[in-house]
């Protein structure tokens, strides 16, 4: 492990930001312009984000590493970049929809104020940045490179799914003495949850500000799709009557 200890928007955090903000410029200029039916860029992405995030969380569970109060692969940032991938390489429009609510608002929170402990070049380090920045980019890019936008329908698939998440693992922290998600106290570093108030007050109002901004985001989607066209075999056409 590095000893070097992570400041916030130091040398290292501006440069992550950085790699993210060129990241976004290139997706959207790029991948626009690209013939690309098969979306090769998104596969190509998905094999990257899988390759660099998958053996960095495996390191997490060798002795040097291993800590089942801080390394789990339980946080709401890394299921994010596992649906990510599946997004990716599918186009499935619920993992489309996680990955856009998730990536767009929880996990750009917490590229914000990230709660890091080493440096660059420690292999958490890496991991924080690779996973955060990815899902980022998987976001941007089946967004609004693609035009796979949400609905309502998924809007709710994403609130459940979020839900069910919450419940598992404020569980698990109650069982093993973790705080994953900060879902049992808020972290040790400077956040935004500092502005909603003592614990339980302050998951609560996250619940209902995400619900909120998640509906927030869906809606100029839903308002730009056209109604589809009906199916004439769902409504075959009237028989004409004779005179």
């Not at 390394?71 to 299921?79: K, R, S």
């Not at 799914?161 to 400077?190: E, R």
């Amino acid at each position: 492990m590095d000893d070097r200890d992570f400041t916030a928007y130091g040398a290292s955090h501006l440069g992550a930001v950085l790699v993210l903000v060129l990241g976004i410029v290139v997706l959207l200029a790029v991948g626009r312009r690209l013939r690309d039916p098969g979306d090769l860029l998104g596969k190509t992405l998905a094999v990257f984000l899988a390759l660099a995030v998958l053996p960095l969380q495996l390191l997490y569970f060798t002795p040097g590493y291993w800590n089942p109060v801080r390394t789990l692969p339980v946080q709401l940032c890394d299921v994010a970049a596992v649906v990510a991938v599946v997004a990716l390489w599918t186009h499935l429009r619920w993992a489309v929809a996680l990955t856009y609510f998730w990536g767009i608002t929880l996990t750009t929170q917490a590229v914000i104020t990230p709660d890091l402990s080493t440096d660059f070049p420690d292999l958490t380090f890496l991991l924080f940045w690779v996973m955060h920045i990815g899902t980022v980019w998987a976001a941007v890019h089946l967004t609004w490179t693609r035009g796979i936008h949400p609905d309502w329908r998924r809007y709710g698939v994403a609130v459940a799914v979020t839900a069910v998440w919450a419940v598992a693992v404020f569980c698990l922290n109650l069982a093993i003495g973790s705080n994953y998600g900060y879902l049992n106290a808020k972290p040790g570093a400077a956040t935004a949850l500092d502005l909603l108030g003592p614990w339980p007050w302050y998951v609560l109002a996250e619940v209902a500000i995400i619900a909120a901004v998640w509906a927030l985001m869906t809606w100029p989607w839903v308002g730009r799709e056209a109604p589809a066209p009906q199916d004439s075999r769902d409504h075959p056409p009237r028989p004409r009557l004779a005179p």
